[in-house]
């Protein structure tokens, strides 16, 4: 997990400029900094002060607890920020799940970050929020369903929806074993609610079911 090592590439802009608060200077950090699959971005107890965008690609957040298992807290997509911190240190590992481009949002100096954090910490509180409902379910179904709710708003609400993140990760985030998440989703296939296209890509047949089962 987090020790995994590799070195970071800068890549040259090519996509689409992010769009993030103002204090947030990205001059010094144009360029799209390249993580492995497995690569660590940042650890925990590490100084925070930074701001990170998903340029392509997906992130793992989590946390190794006492015994040794792991807490996947968040996935983040393209697009999508992450690494906000409510003090100096981040308390979490943050992780490329496969080949993934990220820029840096560095503060600016002497910036009143205030009014321009608010929004983000905002966001990232109710994500945890429906994480917390989601985790709440009993019914393993349910916290699956749930998920691919999530994912295919996340991605436009396209039928098909890609996975980057393998079963074990899914189960890591749910609180379920990989031999649960696997059954759930034979399950609904068998149910005719979804179609397994390949290993991390499905298309949802029923979404209406799905969002029921997820409610």
């Keep these: 997990m987090h020790a995994y090592t590799s070195s970071r590439i800068s890549l040259p802009s090519h996509s689409v400029q992010p769009s993030l608060p103002d204090a947030f200077d990205p001059a010094p950090l144009q360029p799209v900094s390249f993580f492995p699959a497995g690569a660590e971005i ?23 607890l006492a015994d040794g298992r792991r807490q996947i807290s968040a996935f983040h997509l393209a697009g999508e920020t992450f690494g906000f911190e409510a003090d100096s240190t981040h308390h979490f590992f943050a992780e490329a799940i496969n080949a993934t ?10 910036a009143d970050m205030s009014r321009q954090l608010l929004p983000l910490a905002l966001k990232g509180l ?3 929020q429906e994480h917390l409902l989601v985790l709440g379910r009993q019914n393993a179904i349910e916290r699956v369903a749930a998920f691919l709710v999530d994912m295919a708003e996340r991605q436009g609400g396209l039928r098909q929806v890609e996975l980057p993140m393998s079963r074990m990760d899914i189960g ?19 149910k ?11 298309e949802i047949v029923k979404q209406d079911v799905l969002q029921t089962m997820g409610e």
């Design 42 to 64: 940042y650890a925990q107890g590490e100084k925070a002060g930074a701001f990170y965008q998903v340029e392509f690609g997906a992130v793992r957040i989590y946390r190794l």
């Design 101 to 110: 481009g990220v820029r840096v949002f560095r503060l600016a100096a002497g």
């Design 126 to 128: 109710t994500r945890a």
């Design 172 to 190: 890591d985030y749910l609180g379920l074993t990989i031999e649960t998440v696997s059954r759930v989703f034979t399950r609904l296939k068998d």
């Design 192 to 202: 005719g609610v979804i179609r397994l296209l390949n290993l991390r890509s499905i």
